[in-house]
Structure formats: structure tokens, C-alpha cells
């Protein structure tokens, strides 16, 4: 896992905040190997070895929540028929398989959900459901090739899907009539990914990351179905708000990494980003420029500049129970967001680098940022979403951070200081 928080490399885009970089680890292929817990709070299992020696290795780890085990029972005891839950769960599973030397194939797969869920059971005719979940799904394959010693490339397909959904389903028992009604809403946004990457070695002192990827988006920004029945008679079933919008975004990059001098070392890149929606399209350069500097054998001066663009809108809401995310994409009405972000850092090590010190200082100004509206309800799919929220809003986020971590001995930990704050402006 790899934090980044300014001075930005080029090969990364499409959003104004950090960015957290995952990677998973490559099953075992020599042995088979495992390892599991069993927990109140959750239970974890993970096993990884060889489908065959030396040549496809796989690795599967799965995890649960497991408290509303627990919770469901004792609140249907505790409120007469009532019984509340709250779970999560993830998957991740990745398949290696190395063809050659010089050829790799990886499939990567990752499905992760949260779900609250109330129940209330009055008898088997008279039962009523409320659920909220949003989760995360992820499939992606990936092919490494090694062309020589100085260059190699990744050609990466992806499928991505976030949703969120709130569903209630009350089923009942009146007279000699059974009814049932369903109320659901749901936002999703899907990407089909296509990315070709190169890294190409000019010597030792410059590297050069350079690459392009086309993103096919559709986004379900809020749909709301509807459905009655009486007797097992369907009386309605519709469904009305935002349809599917689809949009595309073309990205290209050019990366140098460059030991300028022994104690110089310089990452320059430029980023275009060109997204198309509704017979409309959107241009972005954005230049990257990060500078380090090395004051002794153990201190680092960096100094650093980033432009981004995002061209998707996101509105967090928050009401009675768990705030909800929301996700909306830029348009000729709401156009993206961007941001100018500055840093300058200083970090150094003292005992023979067995203690580190870091201290940051930032500054970000963005524009284009948008807001749901006062006294506006973001889920009223009667009317344009673009209409319910505030827009052209100027955000300035500014801060100090500072950092002390011991990393190794009998006693390691860290502490940390962050003066922040960030301040939103809109028109109204």
C-alpha cells in the first residue's frame, strides 16, 4: 500500500485527492500456505499456493463481519419482532501465470459490500424489510511484457462497479387480502477500462513512464422502481428518474524520472485528458513537477506542483441514519472540477535511520466543485439532478502536517500533528 499525497506523478489522474495505491500480492508457487481467524468482530480465512509448480500460482482471501450474528437475535428478542444488522464483507482472489520470462498473465478479482438490514416480523404474513448497501466490484487482467532489458510494458483490461442501494418491502395481511409493496432506489456508476503502460529505461540516471487508456463510463446517477401487488396480482411496476448516461474520457502521459545531479532528483510529466458527454467535449493539460533535493546523506528537501481534473461529481448527503454517496458525472451544465495543488516537504532520518522525521506544508485551490442544495432533496428523481445542486463552487485547502515514526526495535510507534482546513465558497 502506497499513500500519496502531493506531487503527483503523471500516470495518475481522473481525481483531485490523494490517491491510496493497493497492490496484491502474488500466490505462493512453491507450496500451498494459509492462514485464518475466527472473530466477534470478523472472521478472516486466506490461502495461496501453486496451481502449477513454478508456472500459475493463485492466491483467495475472503473476510466477514461477523456482528450482526450476534446483534439480529438479541434485538429481535429485545424489540418485540425487531431485529437490526450491520455486516461487511470483501473478496479478493488473483491468478499468476507466467507463460515465459518475458511474459506474464494476471487476473485480478475484488467484491466488497456493506449492509445494514432491519427486519420486523410479526407473524409470516405480516413482514417488513429495510435495507441499505453500497459496495465495490472488480475484475481485471493484465498482461506484463519484458521487450528487453530497458523496456516493458503493461496492457491492462478492466471492469469496474460501485452502487448503492436502499430497498423497503412490507408485506402484509389485511383481511382476506395479502398485499406487498416494494420501494428501491439505486445509483450506480460502471467503467470499462482499456490502459496500455511502458516504463523504458533510458540509462541509470532517467527513466521514462509514458501510456494511454480509454474509460467507457455509464453512470445510473438515481433510479427509483416501484411495485404493488394484491393477492399476487400486480396492480403497478414502473420505474422512473435518471437514466443511463454514457460518457467517455481518452488519457495520455509522459513521465521522466531523472537524477539531475547526485543530490538532485526531478519527476517532470504532462498529463491531456479529453472527455466526451453529450455531444460535448472536455480538454485538460495537466503538468506534473516534483523536485527533491538532498541536504546530507539522510535529509530530503522536495518541493512540488500538480493540475488535476475530475469528471466525476461526488455529493455525500446526510439525513436520518448513515450518510450516503452519491456520484453524478461532469456535463456541459456542471463541467469538472480542477484543482492547482503546491507542497514543500522535509524529511530526515536520526540513530542510524532507525527514527524518522517529516514535516509538510500544502496548498490546494479547486474550482468547478459542486454541493447539494439547502433544503433540497438530492434523491427526488423527478426533477434533473443538475438542478439540485449548488454549482461553480471555489474550495482552498491548506495545511501543515508533521511526523515522528520508529519503525523498528522493541518499541516502534509514531506521532503525528496536522493543522488544517479547507474552506468551500458558492454564489448563494
Not at 428518474?241 to 521522466?256: D, P, Q, S, W
Request: charged share 20%.
Amino acid at each position: 500500500v502506497k499513500l500519496v499525497k502531493g506531487g503527483f506523478p503523471a500516470h495518475y489522474g481522473g481525481r483531485l485527492s490523494s490517491v491510496l495505491d493497493v497492490r496484491m500480492k502474488e500466490g505462493n508457487m512453491k507450496k500451498f500456505q494459509g492462514n485464518g481467524m475466527i472473530g466477534i468482530l470478523a472472521s478472516k480465512l486466506s490461502v495461496e499456493g501453486p496451481i502449477k509448480k513454478d508456472t500459475i500460482s493463485y492466491i483467495i482471501s475472503c473476510r466477514r463481519m461477523m456482528y450482526d450474528l450476534i446483534t439480529r437475535p438479541l434485538t429481535k428478542i429485545a424489540f418485540n419482532g425487531l431485529s437490526i444488522g450491520y455486516y461487511f464483507y470483501d473478496f479478493n482472489g488473483k491468478i499468476n501465470y507466467k507463460i515465459s520470462d518475458k511474459n506474464h498473465l494476471f487476473l485480478s478479482i475484488y467484491l466488497g459490500d456493506d449492509k445494514m438490514i432491519s427486519k420486523t416480523t410479526l407473524n409470516k404474513m405480516d413482514i417488513s424489510t429495510n435495507s441499505m448497501q453500497w459496495g465495490n466490484q472488480l475484475v481485471a487482467f493484465r498482461w506484463n511484457h519484458v521487450f528487453n532489458q530497458k523496456l516493458f510494458s503493461n496492457s491492462t483490461m478492466s471492469y469496474t462497479k460501485y452502487r448503492y442501494t436502499t430497498t423497503f418491502d412490507n408485506k402484509a395481511k389485511e383481511g382476506d387480502n395479502n398485499t406487498s409493496n416494494y420501494w428501491g432506489y439505486i445509483s450506480s456508476i460502471q467503467d470499462f477500462n482499456a490502459k496500455l503502460d511502458f516504463d523504458y529505461y533510458l540509462n541509470k540516471k532517467w527513466k521514462m513512464k509514458y501510456g494511454t487508456n480509454v474509460i467507457f463510463h455509464n453512470y445510473t446517477p438515481g433510479n427509483t422502481m416501484l411495485k404493488e401487488m394484491l393477492n399476487s396480482v400486480l396492480l403497478q411496476d414502473t420505474s422512473f428518474g435518471y437514466t443511463n448516461i454514457y460518457a467517455t474520457t481518452l488519457n495520455t502521459y509522459v513521465e521522466n524520472e531523472v537524477n539531475i545531479t547526485s543530490k538532485i532528483f526531478a519527476n517532470i510529466g504532462l498529463r491531456s485528458s479529453m472527455y466526451y458527454i453529450n455531444d460535448k467535449l472536455f480538454r485538460s493539460i495537466e503538468p506534473r513537477v516534483l523536485f527533491s533535493y538532498k541536504l546530507g546523506v539522510l535529509s530530503v528537501l522536495k518541493v512540488s506542483y500538480s493540475k488535476m481534473q475530475q469528471h466525476t461529481h461526488f455529493i455525500t448527503t446526510y439525513g436520518v441514519g448513515m450518510p450516503t454517496d452519491l456520484y453524478f458525472p461532469a456535463t456541459d451544465f456542471v463541467p469538472p472540477s480542477q484543482s492547482k495543488q503546491v507542497a514543500l516537504g522535509f524529511s530526515t532520518s536520526f540513530f542510524n535511520e532507525k527514527l524518522e522525521f517529516s514535516a509538510e506544508l500544502y496548498h490546494k485551490k479547486s474550482t468547478n466543485i459542486i454541493s447539494s442544495k439547502e433544503g433540497v432533496n438530492i434523491f427526488n428523481t423527478t426533477s434533473d439532478w443538475q438542478y439540485n445542486v449548488e454549482l461553480k463552487g471555489i474550495g482552498t485547502s491548506k495545511g501543515f502536517e508533521l511526523l515522528v515514526q520508529k519503525k523498528e526495535g522493541i518499541t516502534n510507534g509514531w506521532f503525528s500533528y496536522t493543522l488544517s482546513r479547507s474552506t468551500h465558497q458558492f454564489s448563494n
